[in-house]
Nanobody, 119 residues
Framework: QVQLQESGPGLVKPSQTLSLTCTVS??????????WSWIRQPPGRGLEWIGY???????SHSPSLKSRISISRYTSKKQFTLQLSSVTPEDTAVYYC???????????WGQGTQVNVSS
């Protein structure tokens, strides 16, 4: 079973860069060909897909966030990261990492981490 855990600061100041890490544990044989995604849920709103990085290193990002997003992976550390630049209070949300065996599947989720953007 694949487990994911998000980590990062809970408070970021406006205009700064939000940086989160997702650490993956579990069956490495299953996850060798996984796609790793970031999703967020702003307060009072639904889930919003941010982007993913695939097993070959290719990425795809939400068009509305594309210019501010960077998703990377560190295979040896079993981690992947999200960087969201120039944040505003509208980026306040619970951020989730997830993984699945295709670009549209989110089979395993982290528990989520709250990030507040405030001065």
């Amino acid at each position: 079973q694949v487990q994911l855990q998000e980590s990062g600061p809970g408070l970021v100041k406006p205009s700064q860069t939000l940086s989160l890490t997702c650490t993956v544990s579990g069956d490495s044989g299953t996850t060798n060909y996984y796609y790793w995604s970031w999703i967020r849920q702003p307060p009072g709103r639904g889930l919003e897909w941010i982007g993913y990085i695939g097993y070959s290193g290719g990425t795809s990002h939400s068009p509305s966030l594309k210019s501010r997003i960077s998703i990377s992976r560190y295979t040896s550390k079993k981690q992947f990261t999200l960087q969201l630049s120039s944040v505003t209070p509208e980026d306040t949300a619970v951020y989730y990492c997830a993984g699945g065996n295709s670009s549209w599947s989110l089979d395993s989720w982290g528990q989520g981490t709250q990030v507040n953007v405030s001065s």
